[in-house]
């Protein structure tokens, strides 16, 4: 996915629509405040692909214009783009999807996100008109992604922390779970 090899984070991707997210829509491709700042800064804590149901040859189009207006890095020409057959965003069409440990969704459509998998979707205000320059959903994007990228709740499901780290905590169930952070997760072994 993206081509930054030192991650901060988690090993994270993220997927980000393009309409109504990154760009006003496919028809006047107006980028969003910030877009290249946003972009630049996710790559130095995350993989980034784009998730869009726009078709494969517009997405390339836009990804050229954004790059060629200094809208976008020179590596976003290179990001992958998923399409799905349709209008619903499924996790499961995310190739190497088993490589990371949390997976997100930037949208500004919960419509779109596949039925029980709302837990990766981060919700972005639609970019539309009066397109307001002083807009900065993606800075606010940014930081929520860093803080569930700290401690994803993807992760919950899969792992459980050790009973010796749950104690030492003094809480029970899920009030537990909010004080961990990712080094006190053990692998969870049925």
């Not at 006003?24 to 692909?49: C, G, K, T, W, Y």
């Not at 990766?120 to 800075?139: G, T």
């Not at 994007?141 to 569930?148: A, C, H, T």
């Amino acid at each position: 996915m993206s081509n930054e090899s030192n991650k901060q984070l988690i090993n994270a991707l993220v997927c980000l629509d393009l309409e109504g997210t990154l760009i006003s829509n496919a028809v006047s491709q107006i980028p969003r405040p910030h877009l290249f700042e946003f972009l630049e800064a996710l790559s130095r804590i995350s993989d980034i692909a784009l998730f869009t149901s726009v078709s494969e040859e517009r997405t390339e189009a836009i990804k050229i214009l954004l790059v060629d207006e200094r809208f976008a890095p020179k590596w976003f020409k290179d990001l992958p783009s998923l399409h799905p057959k349709g209008t619903i965003k499924s996790m499961g069409l995310v190739p190497n999807r088993e490589r990371y440990q949390a997976i997100f969704l930037v949208d500004d459509q919960i419509a779109v996100v596949e039925e029980g998998e709302s837990d990766w979707h981060i919700h972005v205000k639609e970019y539309r008109p009066p397109y307001r320059q002083d807009d900065r959903e993606l800075i606010r994007v940014l930081e929520q992604i860093q803080q569930r990228a700290n401690r994803p709740k993807s992760i919950k499901a899969k792992f459980r922390p050790s009973r010796s780290r749950l104690e030492s905590i003094g809480k029970k169930g899920s009030e537990a779970m909010e004080q961990l952070d990712p080094t006190d997760i053990e692998n969870w072994r049925e």
